[in-house]
């Protein structure tokens, strides 16, 4: 059941999914006006294969989604654009058509409320990292943001890839918002927790009011008539008709592939990829039932993770100048030892053999 979110003077949803897809970077890609061959490269540096680039459902780690945008930013961006600041303009041009069905369910709800309840019901089309908790008093709405899996990894890394994810989702729900009601209402407050990236915000209609930096939480701040204002097009029928072909959709990306595909598309998902145990976890299924239905399809985990590695090995060897050590803790091995000599019988060489063959990064 889903929760009222007028009901209590605090509520929370998530627009986290627990399996991300390369679709958002796609999109990016796609605002920086990249074409097809220099998406494909962004990917290829960001460990995926080059074929992702024409499938938008391809499962991607966040380590890997923020991996491919600091990559298409030092591409594209101009000297010093901070990954925030960056976030910041593109999802300026991100609208709720881009959220298809969702959208449309979202559009033709009877409040702000109901809308979004049926965002945080359907995360698997929103593809959001992040639970946002609000808070109702007699003056305002407050929409914290939080992210739902903390990233892995420390130091400024990981504060960068932070606040892009909460900074990213937090754009979001406010763009949502102000598309279902045509922006009549308006937020008044909004902390983001980095610099100022020197944007001029005024410029931007979805955020006429102060913006705070170095902020302690990411938070946008409405005037409490908010969640019971009605957006533009709302009407029972409509409504009834797009949630349920998007309660359907939803379901029906968890289910659309069978075991082996799903299990290498996730092993490809990951850098270092996931041991036999996590996979399981991961399909919430136990380790040996995922042994017994791969043999059934024909395959094991050892076998996907082999296609994984390999092809992973020859895109960073052919397509960068990374070290074979570096390769080698990319791919999740021990030592650069390991690696070689698992390359060696897969190829019959050597990794540095097998790169000086095809004449690149001598």
């Known amino acids: 059941m889903r929760q009222e979110l007028l009901s209590n003077s605090e509520s929370s949803g998530t627009l986290a999914t627990r399996i991300r897809t390369v679709a958002g970077v796609l999109g990016q890609c796609e605002l920086f006006g990249l074409n097809i061959y220099q998406t494909r490269n962004v990917l290829q540096l960001a460990g995926l294969p080059s074929r992702a680039a024409e499938d938008p459902d391809f499962p991607i780690s966040i380590e890997t989604e923020v991996s491919a945008l600091s990559i298409l930013l030092q591409q594209t961006s101009t000297e010093g654009q901070s990954l925030s600041g960056a976030t910041i303009e593109m999802f300026s041009a991100v609208g709720i058509n881009y959220y298809g069905i969702l959208g449309l369910a979202m559009q033709h709800a009877s409040s702000v409320s109901r809308a979004l309840e049926v965002l945080f019901a359907y995360p698997q089309l929103c593809w959001g990292h992040c639970r946002i908790l609000m808070t109702r008093d007699d003056a305002s709405v407050r929409m914290r943001v939080t992210l739902d899996v903390p990233v892995s990894g420390e130091g400024t890394d990981a504060e960068t890839q932070e606040a892009y994810l909460v900074t990213r989702d937090l754009m979001a729900v406010n763009h949502l918002i102000g598309d279902v009601i045509e922006n009549m209402i308006a937020p008044t407050a909004v902390s983001l927790p980095f610099p100022d990236p020197g944007i001029s915000f005024h410029t931007y209609h979805w955020l006429p009011c102060p913006v705070s930096f170095d902020a302690d939480v990411a938070e946008i701040v409405f005037p409490s008539a908010i969640l019971d204002a009605v957006p533009v097009f709302a009407g029972d029928l409509a409504f009834r008709r797009y949630d349920k072909i998007a309660q359907a959709f939803a379901a029906l990306l968890d289910d659309e592939e069978d075991l082996a595909t799903r299990s290498q598309r996730l092993i490809w998902a990951y850098s270092p990829p996931p041991d036999r145990d996590r996979l399981a976890g991961m399909l919430n299924i136990s ?71 095809q004449g690149k990064h001598r």
């Open 287 to 357: 380790t040996r039932t995922l042994s017994r239905q791969l043999k059934e399809c024909g395959t094991s985990y050892n076998k996907l993770l082999r296609q994984v590695q390999l092809e992973r090995a020859m895109k960073y060897l052919n397509d960068t100048g990374m070290s074979v050590a570096k390769i080698s803790d990319h791919l999740g091995y021990s030592e650069p030892g390991a690696f070689t000599r698992a390359f060696q019988r897969w190829v019959g060489a050597s990794p540095l053999a097998w790169r000086n063959s």
